[in-house]
């Protein structure tokens, strides 16, 4: 590729991170080396069987900020803030080395809707972004100034969610 973009997957229905690890299948398909790194998720308390998947097929992944007060009521906001910042330095070395065709920073943006990244961080990560590297950000709640920065945004948008009818998060279909 000439040129990698920025891609936002955000909104408030199902189908984010789906759609980045749909990206990550298509290009590892047309041998693109892919890296996903996310945040405020804990594979191991809610297996996440498509990480399993994944790594057998290449993929590097890699986890920050495991948590979220929503789902884990004993961690502090500073607990979380110190796992984003850890993980966004990690992605300013991914940049530097440059060995990634797509990174894919799942659930970002519920690091800066949440407050435990500042939009000015992220936005001057971005500026040292590769040229080549395609990036896709997912989350709910993308600030205004990084759809700005965005090539490419897709907002889910929930119509009718099984949520909305007490239904839980299903293993296999929701994680």
Same mark, same amino acid.
């Given at each position: 590729m000439k040129r990698g973009?920025?891609?936002?997957?955000?909104?408030?229905?199902k189908g984010k991170t789906t759609a980045a690890l749909g990206q990550a299948i298509r290009a590892l398909g047309h041998g693109f080396r892919v890296c996903l790194i996310y945040f405020h998720k804990n594979p191991e308390k809610f297996r996440s069987g498509e990480l399993e998947i994944l790594r057998g097929l290449g993929v590097d992944i890699y986890g920050f900020a495991e948590c979220h007060p929503y789902f884990d009521k004993d961690v502090t906001f500073d607990q979380? @803030?110190?796992?984003?910042?850890?993980?966004?330095?990690?992605?300013? !070395?991914?940049?530097?080395?440059?060995?990634?065709?797509?990174?894919?920073l799942d659930e970002i943006s519920i690091s800066l809707r949440?407050?435990?990244l500042k939009e000015g961080e992220v936005m001057a990560l971005?500026? !040292?972004k590769p040229s080549k590297l395609e990036l896709i950000?997912?989350?709910?709640?993308?600030?205004? /100034?990084?759809?700005? /920065?965005?090539d490419l945004i897709t907002?889910?948008? /929930?119509?009718?969610?099984?949520?909305?009818?007490g239904i839980k998060?299903? @293993?296999g279909i929701e994680y």
């Open positions: 973009l920025i891609h936002i997957y955000t909104g408030d229905g979380i @803030r110190a796992g984003c910042l850890e993980g966004i330095a990690f992605v300013a !070395k991914i940049f530097a080395e440059n060995k990634y065709d797509l990174l894919i949440d407050g435990f971005l500026e !040292k950000l997912t989350g709910r709640g993308a600030p205004k /100034k990084l759809l700005e /920065k965005a907002e889910m948008k /929930k119509i009718k969610h099984p949520y909305d009818k998060g299903r @293993r």
